[in-house]
C-alpha cells in the first residue's frame, strides 16, 4: 500500500498550485514539439530531442505530483494536542548561544520552502526527528554530524 503523505492544508494548496502550472508548461512543451516535428526534415535534430526530454521531465513531475496530492491526508492543528507534529510552528531557544529561532514542522515534500516568515524543516531531518511529540518546556537534543546542540521548546503554534 501506498504511503500516506502528510501535509498542513498551505502545502497541499501549493502541490494543487504548482500543478497546474505543470499542466500549463506540459500544453506549451507539447506545442512545442508539435512545431518542430511538423518542421523537422531531420528527426535527429538536437532541438526536436531537447523537447521530447522536456516534455518527459514535465510529465514526470505531473506525475510525482499527482501522487503525491492522491496520497495527501490533510492534518490539522488539533492533531497534535499540546505536542509538536506536522504543521506545528515551534520556538526554539539553543542553550549554548542563547538564541531564539522559529521553524514549521513539515513532511519532506514541504521542506526547505521559504514562503512567509518561518522556515520549514522536515520531519524526516534530524531536527525535525528530535522535535516530533515534544512539548513546550522539553530539552531537545539534535546531533547534526560530530555536533550536538541543544533546544529548550518555548513554545508551539
Known amino acids: ?15 494543487t498550485v504548482t500543478l497546474a502550472q505543470e499542466y500549463v508548461r506540459l500544453e506549451e512543451a507539447t506545442k512545442i514539439l508539435q512545431e518542430l516535428t511538423g518542421s523537422s526534415d531531420d528527426y535527429d535534430d538536437s532541438g526536436l530531442e531537447d523537447a521530447k526530454q522536456e516534455k518527459a521531465r514535465i510529465e514526470n513531475r505531473i506525475d510525482d505530483l499527482e501522487d503525491q496530492l492522491d496520497r495527501a491526508e490533510i492534518i ?3 492533531d497534535a494536542a499540546g505536542r509538536i507534529d506536522l504543521g506545528s510552528v515551534v ?5 549554548d548561544a542563547a538564541k531564539e529561532m522559529r521553524v514549521q514542522v ?41 555536533r550536538t546542540k541543544r533546544y529548550e521548546v518555548v513554545s508551539i503554534a
Open 1 to 15: 500500500m501506498a504511503r500516506t503523505v502528510r501535509l498542513t492544508q498551505e502545502g497541499h494548496d501549493r502541490l
Open 76 to 78: 490539522s492543528d488539533k
Open 91 to 95: 520556538t526554539l531557544k539553543e542553550q
Open 106 to 146: 513539515v513532511a519532506p515534500v514541504e521542506a526547505g520552502v521559504l514562503e512567509g516568515e518561518v522556515p520549514r524543516v522536515s520531519d524526516e531531518s534530524p531536527l525535525g526527528k528530535a522535535l516530533i511529540g515534544h512539548a513546550a518546556g522539553d530539552t531537545v537534543t539534535v546531533t547534526l554530524g560530530d
